[in-house]
């Protein structure tokens, strides 16, 4: 046993050696190290400048939905990417035909496809037959479909599109997902710089009130602004299109969920500059801080990589970048900030001025004074928050993240009493026979829910053979070896009557057998919601315990661990039970990543105060070392946790894009609930199972005196 203990205390002095020649070597090189940053600089900032964003959430969907592997079929046989819908209202025929002239001249368009493409306008409707006129016609509504030779993110589209937009006159609209994700990515290219000044601009505030120099919060915002622009620049070197949602929040969590690692350094430093010279004083922080920031930083970024396990990849598109930012951010807070503090150490200390910061010492009092009511409350918050957070109502709807002042959506929302349902479905099958197609269309046809179900054999006659079709007909319904069922639903995706279609026609499909998909938006939106339940067990559960066993390791306690664990999760239900009670709808994706995100971000605070509880133990007796815990840690939780708030208001008031502000919502509440439950719930509920600790702890200590008073 004595071996082992001195090898474990050698094991550590030559880890602290090893940090301390680090840390000697970044204070007397620099210099080297800002002009190497500087340098890292150039290709960065041409990555993040250059950076491609997807606005199409679809294209994060996992191929092992059948539905999504038909999405993809269609993309690519049939070009569904590339089409968007004209609408017109009270607009007579021969008006409609010189509009769809005038569109087929654009550059970049393949075809414009009407009534005209299958029957004499002129001829009276009722004798056309309702499936034919209700493709084209919707009340007052008149519908013609446009087909694009490229896709949205091509330049040609996005010129073709501007021009068809110029041509329609009044009571005339251009929608349909092409066109919606063309307007979300010029809304997004001019709302992302608002956010980072927003978010930028807060934080500097808070850092302002709770920092002593007026010139900390840039350097600080000047070492992790460089780490954000090293993550997005090493994202474009390696091909990665980042999507709208991470784009738009990557920054504003990066510098709040890191800034504290700033905050502890300089803290440090300020400690060791009374006894020392800066040189010497700078060396002692790294050291002294360098475990502690990384051990901080592994957990964080642990929180965001379990987001990677999502089936839905928008999870790694953000966990990933996320996690790499909060390591890079750590390079940046042991080498470059030291570095900045140092050069400019004089200029810093003339512009001195007092923290705003209150004292807490009346709040740790009543905290020991009142634990046990407040450990009681504090069961109470846990099981109303677990309440509200089983009840929240989830938003699977893709179409819904999309801004309600988009032209293409207003024009929705305008048309829609007209248009009716717009709910489509898509049956895509390949190598079946026409007959076979038409036969399962009219059993479609019977099934509850199902507006109009239609094959290429119901608009045209089977006897007639493919080559005579006209070729804007038959694309619609075949493309190589593939034919569809296009169907009309009156619900949405997670409509009852829905959910019993998929079921039913799937039963079809796999009775028919061969390769055949069925997908379109509600039924993406129901396969979304069976996935969503994976995917949020899957997350949640490994998050926690990567950082349980991080958190029980360091502590060498299995209860400490679960513990603090506790106490984050109680903060992350109670976070979204505020949504329930408010009855506010919460789309899935911000439902799956809230969790992780705030248990790697907030976590440190409840490790914070058992640490510092630990240590003031071997001097103090329970009471006395809590109260001493909370005046000390209150003040560093508070400012982390308004730094967090800040940066993730700014992008939440300066953002129209309901994905990203319903995620920012999230994370701004999470930092304020997290920072509450770790100063105000944690320290009682530690007390009260102080007893329980120390038994089932190897290293946790009993205190000056042994019992809770």
């Not at 929180?303 to 790499?324: C, E, H, I, N, Q």
């Not at 009493?417 to 079946?432: Q, R, T």
């Not at 661990?561 to 408010?582: D, K, P, R, T």
Request: charged letters at 15%.
């Amino acid at each position: 046993m004595y071996y082992t203990d001195q090898s474990v205390q050698t094991q550590m002095e030559n880890g602290e050696t090893s940090v301390s020649r680090v840390s000697h070597l970044i204070v007397k090189y620099r210099i080297w190290i800002l002009a190497a940053a500087a340098l890292l600089l150039i290709p960065s900032v041409n990555g993040l400048l250059n950076r491609e964003i997807e606005y199409d959430l679809l294209k994060y969907l996992p191929n092992s939905l059948n539905s999504v592997a038909g999405l993809r079929v269609m993309d690519r046989e049939y070009r569904t990417a590339e089409r968007a819908i004209v609408v017109a209202r009270n607009a007579p025929d021969w008006a409609v035909a010189r509009l769809k002239g005038e569109i087929e001249q654009v550059d970049g368009v393949s075809s414009v496809f009407w009534l005209s493409d299958l029957a004499d306008p002129s001829i009276p409707h009722d004798y056309l037959g309702d499936e034919l006129v209700s493709q084209f016609y919707r009340g007052e509504i008149t519908l013609l479909v446009v087909d694009f030779l490229e896709d949205s993110v091509s330049p040609r589209t996005e010129k073709a599109v501007r021009q068809i937009k110029d041509a329609l006159h009044e009571n005339e609209s251009l929608i349909g997902q092409l066109v919606s994700g063309l307007e979300l990515k010029d809304l997004g290219i001019a709302q992302t710089p608002k956010m980072i000044r927003a978010a930028v601009c807060l934080i500097f505030l808070v850092l302002l009130v709770t920092l002593p120099s007026p010139l900390l919060p840039v350097v600080f915002m000047g070492a992790i602004g460089l780490a954000y622009t090293y993550n997005m620049g090493i994202a474009h070197m390696l091909g990665q299109r980042v999507s709208y949602v991470t784009n738009s929040c990557a920054a504003a969590m990066q510098l709040g969920v890191t800034m504290d690692y700033c905050i502890f350094l300089m803290h440090s430093f300020q400690s060791e500059l009374r006894n020392q010279d800066a040189e010497q004083a700078m060396e002692a922080a790294v050291s002294n801080t360098a475990r502690a920031i990384v051990s901080s930083a592994l957990t964080t970024a642990v929180g965001f990589a379990a987001l990677a396990l999502m089936k839905v990849s928008l999870g790694a598109d953000l966990g990933l970048l996320l996690a790499r930012g909060v390591m890079l951010s750590v390079v940046c807070c042991l080498t470059v900030l030291p570095s900045l503090v140092l050069v400019l150490h004089r200029v810093i200390d003339r512009w001195n001025h007092r923290v705003l910061l209150p004292k807490f010492d009346g709040l740790a009092s009543w905290a020991v004074r009142r634990r046990v009511p407040v450990f009681a409350a504090a069961a109470l918050i846990m099981m109303a928050g677990f309440y509200g957070y089983s009840k929240v109502n989830l938003s699977y709807n893709l179409d819904s993240t999309f801004p309600r002042d988009l032209p293409s959506i207003r024009a929705l929302d305008q048309y829609r009493d007209d248009l009716g349902s717009i709910e489509e479905a898509y049956i895509i099958a390949k190598d079946v026979p026409g007959w076979k197609l038409q036969q399962m269309s009219a059993d479609i046809r019977k099934l509850d829910g199902v507006n109009s179900a239609d094959c290429l054999a119901d608009v045209v006659d089977p006897a007639v053979p493919i080559e005579f079709v006209p070729e804007d007909v038959a694309k619609r319904y075949v493309a190589g070896d593939y034919s569809s069922i296009i169907v009309n639903l009156e619900g949405n995706g997670i409509d009852s009557r829905t959910a019993a279609f998929i079921g039913q026609v799937r039963g079809m499909l796999d009775a028919m057998g061969g390769e055949s998909y069925l997908t379109g938006q509600p039924v993406i939106v129901n396969d979304l919601k069976q996935l969503t339940d994976r995917d949020m067990a899957v997350v949640d559960i490994v998050s926690m315990a990567a950082i349980f066993v991080i958190v029980a390791v360091t502590f060498r306690s299995v209860s400490v661990g679960l513990v603090l664990i506790g106490a984050i999760e109680c903060a992350i239900w109670v976070n979204q039970a505020i949504s329930y009670f408010l009855g506010a709808p919460m789309f899935f994706f911000s439902r799956l990543a809230i969790s992780a995100i705030q248990l790697g971000a907030t976590v440190d605070y409840a490790i914070l105060i058992a640490n510092t509880f630990r240590g003031r133990l071997s001097d103090h007796g329970p009471l006395d070392a809590m109260r001493a815990t909370v005046a000390e840690c209150a003040p560093a939780i508070l400012s982390s946790g308004m730094a967090l708030f800040a940066a993730i208001i700014g992008v939440y008031s300066a953002t129209t894009l309901r994905a990203v502000k319903d995620l920012a919502i999230l994370l701004a509440r999470g930092s304020l609930v997290s920072t509450a439950v770790a100063i105000v719930l944690l320290p009682p509920a530690l007390l009260m199972l102080h007893p329980l600790l120390v038994k089932t702890s190897i290293s946790w200590p009993a205190g000056a005196s042994a019992a809770v008073e």
